[in-house]
């Protein structure tokens, strides 16, 4: 049996639906970038983070600065 909210979601508009999805992308694409900031204390947050970071569908710039962050770390 179907849900409300799925119901809710089939009938916007397709422009409404796309604007969600976008908004709940750039949502969490800001709740990696936290968890970032959080996960330089210990290798397991780094490491549970970058394989985060690499599913499919995530920002590679997202990566990109995490794996800048790691090297500028390592040079200090």
Request: aromatic content about 4%; some cysteine; overall charge positive.
């Amino acid at each position: 049996m179907p849900k409300d909210s799925d119901n809710l979601f089939h009938s916007m508009s397709e422009k409404a639906r796309s604007y969600l999805k976008r908004m709940l992308r750039n949502l969490r694409c800001i709740v990696l970038e936290r968890a970032a900031n959080n996960a330089q204390s210990t290798d397991i947050s780094r490491h549970n983070f970058e394989i985060a970071i690499s599913a499919p569908g995530n920002q590679n710039s997202l990566r990109q600065r995490r794996i800048a962050t790691t090297r500028s770390e390592e040079v200090e």
